[in-house]
């Protein structure tokens, strides 16, 4: 008696690299693409390299992505130098039913959101465990001047939330802005545009790690049946 093969299940990181790699649909030849930050981004990065030589660079938003560029042979211009541009893709930590996301695991949530933006268009790239109905079950990343830490932490203990200061190798995690990052957990984000809108202007907050107002236009979402297309 043979034993029905089981249906092939796709492994978290193959899930990211299908939608890397499905995310080049959305570059525009001979233009400038705006590139994100992450593991899963790394997957279109690497897909990125294979039509290097049909588009003009990318604008980065982070250290880790401009090396990862840099070495693939991608030219990265500072965001400065760049009017506007048509896309961006990066990927997120947690994305709800109207694109909100929340993002900042990889500590690179400032200058996502600048380059964010600076896009016309934001391709959210994720695998299916990131996708929920309320934001707030990931710890919200926010990025904090240093002296402030202390007093934002306890405007988030006021909103029944636990911020901590992320760590690295036992010291507070530097960003690539040198500041720090704390993370919140606890809160249930249930207005994600009023919210970012109010603990973004509290003194010392550089940023927080909401995506309402830079929100995603269109999901690529990898499932086991596939790359899913939510359009926002
Ligand atoms: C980095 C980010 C990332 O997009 C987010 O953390 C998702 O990362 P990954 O693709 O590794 O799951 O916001 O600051």
């Avoid at 030589?53 to 992505?65: C, L, R």
């Avoid at 500072?78 to 694109?99: C, F, K, P, R, T």
């Avoid at 003194?203 to 107002?213: E, I, L, Q, S, W």
């Amino acid at each position: 008696m043979t034993t029905p093969t089981p249906p092939a299940t796709l492994t978290q990181d193959e899930l990211k690299t299908l939608v890397g790699q499905a995310a080049l649909q959305y570059v525009v030849p001979g233009e400038i693409v705006g590139v994100g930050t992450g593991s899963t981004v790394n997957k279109f990065i690497d897909a990125l390299a294979t039509m290097k030589d049909q588009i003009k660079g990318a604008v980065s938003s982070s250290v880790a992505s401009t090396e990862r560029l840099k070495a693939l042979g991608i030219r990265v211009l500072d965001s400065n130098d760049v009017d506007a541009l048509s896309v961006y893709i990066d990927g997120a930590d947690e994305i709800d039913g109207q694109g909100n996301m929340i993002k900042g695991g990889g500590a690179a949530l400032t200058r996502e959101k600048i380059v964010a933006a600076q896009s016309a268009k934001f391709v959210c790239i994720a695998d299916a465990s990131k996708l929920v109905t309320a934001l707030g079950k990931f710890p919200l990343p926010v990025e904090v001047i240093p002296m402030s830490t202390r007093r934002v932490i306890a405007q988030f203990a006021a909103l029944g939330g636990t911020a901590q200061v992320r760590l690295k190798d036992g010291q507070p995690l530097v960003t690539d802005n040198g500041q720090h990052i704390v993370d919140v957990t606890g809160l249930q984000i249930t207005d994600p545009r009023g919210f970012e809108a109010e603990v973004s202007q509290w003194p010392g907050v550089v940023t927080v790690g909401v995506f309402a107002f830079q929100k995603a236009d269109i999901c690529l979402l990898g499932t086991p049946e596939g790359v899913r297309t939510l359009s926002y």
